[in-house]
């Protein structure tokens, strides 16, 4: 199908047919109505190339999140997933910028911020964690009408193009299920470590894992450590905690700090006595999970989310395609039987 076709079909001019798909000029009702069922009925994509140079400029989409290197590099496995999705959609017209922020300063937040709306995007793709940081920065963008893809997370009240990610709930749910099962019995307490615990989602998986054990009877022990004390979780925080509770069962971490909950075991210099689940199938927490420290991990496949939200922003940006408002990502559980090969290194920049 193309434009002449559709003016054909329509019995107008190519011109008339081109103010309809690039939303420029005055077009009857009617006449309106008649080629948007044209071009419903065929599905009809623009040639994006042709739209650029109509547009006579890039389309310039814009990735805001926290630096690469914390969370144990988690969010460099996102960065790897959006620097895939930024290579395939560069021939077609679009330019993709990163800006990185430390998520434990608040100035330095805030100037990432200011310097992610002076850019004036074309399109945003973000995660919603530090809500009462985000909360302002994201009703800004709504102000300008900026389309907002959210990945890793939802921010409930929000009204994202569209959110990516997993069911948080059903995640903590799931942490719950196999302590038990990998248990076969379970003895003891078993404790959650809600690290991030002002994030929405990560209070999802807390509450999920805590309705589970609380439906198997099980005696549980909750330890919040938040971020917003300007520091990661720490070894030593956690050693601290395990001596304090040297009877656990098992121990299922909020977020990708698994990695350190064994190295706190470790400290005690004894076989660790819990089970342990965690997520994200970082560097190190696949490492641990390989040699036995870690017994297993649910995996929300960063890098995937990272791709799919600006691919889904270029569809409905550049393609003016429906993009569905909720995207969920499959809770995978890898074990130390059936971890997957490590993705070879990407030198990003």
């Known amino acids: ?121 074309d399109g945003i793709i973000l995660s919603p964690i530090m809500p009462e940081k985000l909360q302002t920065l994201i009703a800004k963008i709504r102000d300008s009408e900026i389309p907002c893809v959210f990945f890793d997370a939802d921010l409930p009240g929000s009204n994202p193009l569209c959110a990516i990610g997993q069911d948080s709930f059903r995640g903590g749910y799931l942490a719950g299920r196999l302590i038990h099962l990998l248990a076969g019995k379970v003895t003891g307490p078993v404790a959650v470590l809600d690290s991030h615990g002002e994030d929405y989602h990560i209070t999802r998986r807390r509450d999920g894992f805590l309705r589970y054990v609380g439906e198997r009877g099980f005696s549980t022990v909750l330890r919040e450590y938040s971020g917003y004390r300007g520091a990661e979780i720490s070894v030593d925080e956690i050693a601290l905690f395990l001596s304090e509770h040297p009877d656990l069962a098992g121990v299922f971490i909020t977020n990708c700090m698994a990695h350190r909950v064994a190295e706190a ?46 691919l889904n922003l270029y569809r409905h940006i550049v393609l003016e395609q429906q993009v569905p408002p909720k995207i969920e990502i499959p809770l995978d559980v890898y074990i130390k039987e059936n971890i997957p090969p490590a993705p070879p290194k990407n030198n990003y920049h």
């Open 1 to 121: 199908m193309t434009v002449k076709e559709i003016a054909e079909m329509a019995n107008v001019s190519i011109g008339t047919v081109d103010r309809v798909i690039y939303k420029r000029g005055r077009v009857s009702p009617q006449t309106k109505a008649r080629i948007e069922a044209i071009i419903e009925k065929y599905q009809f994509a623009p040639n994006p190339i042709a739209r650029r140079l109509k547009r006579n400029r890039a389309y310039r989409f814009f990735a805001f999140l926290p630096r690469r290197d914390q969370d144990a590099g988690y969010w460099g496995q996102a960065l790897e997933g959006i620097t895939e999705g930024a290579g395939e959609i560069s021939p077609l017209g679009v330019e993709t910028a990163v800006i990185e922020f430390d998520r434990y300063d608040e100035g330095a937040f805030r100037s990432a911020a200011d310097s992610l709306l002076s850019e004036k995007p």
């Open 265 to 310: 075991a470790r400290l005690q210099n004894r076989p660790r006595p819990f089970l342990l689940v965690g997520y994200d199938l970082i560097p190190k927490n696949r490492e641990l999970l390989r040699d036995g420290g870690i017994d297993a991990i649910i995996s929300q496949h960063p890098a995937e989310q990272g791709r799919e939200a600006l």
